[in-house]
């Protein structure tokens, strides 16, 4: 065999092996995908969704802990989204390249990479201990909206960046301000990318146990938290929970429960992908 | 003072709305100042206490205890168990990503056809998007009993099938993250090779990976970062056993596991043992602070070489 | 020239970027309902001092002026002074149509919008006037509530006109506006100047020496910062007095 053949061969070796690599990841997702649904789907019913949990098993249900998902998905949204989108708009239309905008610039990307078990113990000590709440969804939902904060920033500014400079000259030189021109013409033309961040974000907060099971969520919640200031649990720390069982039937509970909390993620990640196809097809600029 | 005889312009007006233009101006520069309040309360909250265990634990036993035992009668305070456990763990899973993440990103870059890549992608992202509780899941239920079918001695908590698994949520974030590196490497390099007759591997590993090497570490430090965070997965499948020990097949606990240990029992709030946490966390953070900013210092540094 | 009063003036003008000195000692009167033009080759200053008139580079980090530009006899550097209220009254049309992604109406109204009109017969009112004016109202008075973005490259342009003019400026700063435009949408906006002349006063940055001769009144030929010549615009073409006007126009660079 001459040498280019030797090369041509392990070219074609490593295209192989290239398209393994590609594939396996996806396989082992779908082995684990099909091996959740048999185990889990034939234990979702009605009264799995709507029961309260137990200590038996066969009539645990679901009912508080995506109720305490919900609750926890809305309050983080309602904190994280005004707050991340003025930090993105301060820091691409306001900040000037000084000093100060490098530091947040970079503090930030380190806020972003800081293990969300640590902002469980901000929380445990910041919310829970000093502020009073207790183990709280208000509690937990400001724990995870600092989480996912860097994520909403860094997503405003570069949805914000996409908005051509001619933009912001037209309103300019039209005499609108600073703040008008970012409220009229700068935020609606980047809101799809912006809301497809935050809805990104939010998939991520959703599927969040360690920091909520160190400010304190509690597995075993016997009722509907129906205020801010209930405690509460959620699908993930129930999956957790049930996961540490040695009963098999408890195994089973924890497949069902992740198959719900799974539709609960892939639906918001979907509408994230629609927006972010629609936006792109509605303006061309 | 206006400009012509425009009727409509009154002076009291216009100073409401510089007035108004500034308010806003500084909630924006608020919220954008919060960020850094964020991090000096994560320094502080671990600091302080840290500070408190610290004051009853010497940080040389600490850092050369061979024990972990917080929670025992016979409390012992060695931190490197821990740390050994989340070692393990992180290069079992780097062990798995790296290969695999970086042959998707040549793969993606070199070989396979456009279509194949606007298909794939999105998909290897769903990876990304998994709660890691599910993974942990995953890794007790599935591959645990699998690894055990041909490795006799693997317990049933154990570092391997945890890092394992850790390594496949990882792989996403080292095979997008090199993919963009290796994309920005100029065309003209590319055909360069080619245009002396190089295969495509060898265009890819004696041109592309080099050139783009300062991306692909980059990738590969924060995916380091990544794993050694990661709480559920090791949570769930690697065991609560501090154990000094490189041995993947019996079970570890890691920093993050500890932490949830804890958390889970019911431990007195200014206890010694309630400070063990922040003392594991500033270690946890310390790691993770460390390798961020090298990873940011390594792209600073070689980001304009190809502008 | 013609002693007609003098809408526009700089009076020793200088302007740098950082250390780069983009203006060098600029002395200039430009007449009122005339169209002054401002020719040159690329980097010369001309668009810079453009945007100086209506303080455009005011966002541009390290960029200051020293001198005077005076706007009906005042400083529009003067510390009193509000940069909204100068651009209401200083418009400008950019070198590529730069429509908002909003509705055509939305687009002519922004400016008085913002200025806190909400009358709705007052906002349709000045929103058929001004597309009029700018010669697009045939065009489009069928489908105002459809987006701008869906208009041509010409009709665009003429929307921005048309959107600088409904806040009744008294002064009209183009920058290149035909530059990004086919033939056709060139003579119809080259047209329009012409009309619009009659009532504002105008002044456009071109690359294209013909259309300086088609449409302006006095010429202005910039050169490394300098303003070198500064004439009514068929003296310019026919005798300039400087030898780099006079290379300029016969094509030796540029």
């Keep these: 065999m001459t040498n280019s053949e030797k090369n041509r061969l392990k070219d074609k070796a490593f295209q192989v092996f290239g398209v393994f690599c590609t594939l396996i990841g996806l396989v082992v997702l779908a082995i684990f995908l099909i091996d959740i649904v048999i185990e889990g789907i034939g234990r979702i019913d009605w009264d799995f969704l709507t029961s309260l949990p137990s200590r038996r098993a066969a009539s645990a249900g679901i009912l508080t802990a995506w109720a305490g998902t919900l609750w926890i998905l809305v309050l983080s949204a309602v904190i994280a989204f005004p707050l991340g989108i003025a930090a993105g708009v301060y820091l691409e239309e306001y900040a000037k390249k000084t000093k100060l905008s490098n530091f947040l610039e970079i503090n930030i990307a380190n806020l972003a990479g800081v293990p969300s078990i640590i902002y469980g113990l901000l929380g445990l000590e910041l919310f829970v201990r000093m502020m009073n709440l207790g183990g709280v969804l208000l509690a937990g939902a400001l724990t995870l909206s600092l989480l996912i904060l860097p994520i909403v920033i860094v997503t405003t500014r570069e949805s914000i960046k996409a908005v051509p400079r001619t933009i912001r000259d037209g309103s300019f030189a039209l005499g609108a301000s600073k703040w008008q021109t970012v409220w009229h013409q700068v935020l609606p033309a980047s809101f799809g990318g912006i809301l497809t961040g935050v809805i990104l974000a939010l998939s991520r907060a959703v599927g969040e146990a360690a920091p909520l099971i160190v400010i304190g969520a509690l597995a075993y919640v016997p009722f509907v938290p129906k205020s801010p200031m209930d405690e509460f649990t959620v699908l993930p720390i129930q999956i957790f929970n049930w996961t540490s069982r040695p009963q098999a039937a408890f195994l089973t509970n924890a497949a069902a429960a992740i198959i719900i909390l799974l539709l609960i993620t892939f639906l918001l990640n979907g509408i994230a992908v629609y927006l972010r196809h629609r936006q792109q097809k509605k303006i061309k600029w | 003072m206006a400009f012509g005889n425009k009727s409509y312009t009154c002076a009291s007006i216009h100073n409401t709305l510089r007035v108004q233009e500034k308010i806003i101006e500084g909630l924006l520069w608020l919220s954008a100042a919060i960020t850094i309040l964020i991090t000096v309360s994560i320094i502080w909250v671990l600091l302080s206490e840290s500070v408190k265990f610290f004051g009853e634990v010497s940080i040389l036993r600490f850092l050369t205890e061979k024990e972990w035992t917080p929670l025992f009668a016979d409390k012992k305070f060695g931190i490197l168990p821990l740390v050994a456990g989340t070692f393990l763990t992180t290069a079992i899973a780097i062990a798995v990503a790296l290969p695999i993440g970086l042959t998707i990103a040549i793969y993606l870059n070199e070989y396979a056809h456009a279509r194949f890549k606007t298909f794939v992608k999105p998909l290897l992202e769903v990876l990304a998007t998994i709660p890691t509780v599910v993974y942990g899941f995953f890794a007790l239920t599935v591959v645990t009993p699998f690894l055990q079918s041909f490795i006799p001695g693997l317990a049933g908590f154990n570092a391997l099938s945890a890092g394992i698994v850790m390594g496949i949520m990882i792989i996403p974030m080292i095979s997008s993250l090199s993919e963009d590196a290796i994309s920005a490497v100029p065309r003209s390099l590319r055909e360069a090779a080619y245009g002396m007759g190089s295969t495509r591997l060898q265009t890819a590993f004696g041109v592309m990976v080099p050139a783009a090497s300062s991306g692909i570490l980059v990738s590969v430090i924060l995916a380091i970062s990544r794993a050694v965070g990661e709480t559920m997965i090791v949570a769930i499948a690697a065991g609560q056993q501090p154990r000094l020990t490189l041995n993947p097949l019996v079970p570890i606990e890691t920093i993050t596991t500890y932490i949830v240990q804890v958390s889970l029992g019911d431990v007195p709030h200014g206890s010694l043992e309630y400070r063990t946490i922040f003392a594991a966390g500033m270690t946890l953070f310390l790691f993770t602070f460390l390798l961020n900013n090298l990873s940011f210092w390594i792209k600073k540094k070689y980001q304009e070489k190809y502008d | ?254």
């Design chain 3, 1 to 254: 020239m013609t002693k007609k009063h003098s809408k526009l003036e700089a009076i020793n003008l200088d302007a740098y970027y950082g250390d780069f000195h983009a203006l060098k000692g600029i002395n200039i009167a430009m007449e009122e309902k005339a169209v002054t033009a401002f020719i040159g080759p690329s980097g010369c200053g001309k668009s810079t001092f453009l945007r100086t008139l209506n303080r455009m580079n005011d966002y541009i980090d390290g960029f200051r002026i020293e001198g005077q530009v005076l706007l009906d006899g005042r400083d529009i550097y003067a510390a009193d002074v509000r940069v909204d209220e100068l651009r209401k009254e200083v418009g400008m049309v950019f070198q590529k149509p730069n429509p908002f992604p909003k509705s055509i109406f939305e687009n002519v109204v922004y400016g008085l919008k913002i200025q806190g009109i909400k009358d709705k017969n007052v906002l349709q009112e000045a929103c058929e006037k001004s597309l009029q004016h700018a010669a697009l109202w045939n065009e489009v008075k069928d489908k105002l509530d459809k987006s701008a973005l869906a208009l041509s490259g010409g009709q665009q342009q003429r929307l921005c006109i048309a959107r600088a003019l409904a806040i009744q400026p008294s002064v009209i700063l183009m920058d290149e506006p035909a530059s990004a435009l086919d033939p056709i949408s060139t003579a119809k906006i080259e047209d329009l100047i012409h009309e619009l002349k009659k009532d504002y006063t105008i002044v456009i940055v071109t690359h294209n020496m013909q259309q300086a001769g088609r449409v302006s009144d006095h010429t202005a030929f910039f050169y490394m910062g300098e303003l070198v010549e500064y004439s009514k615009t068929k003296t310019m073409f026919t005798s300039p007095k400087d030898t780099r006007t006079q290379n300029y126009i016969t094509g030796r660079f540029g």
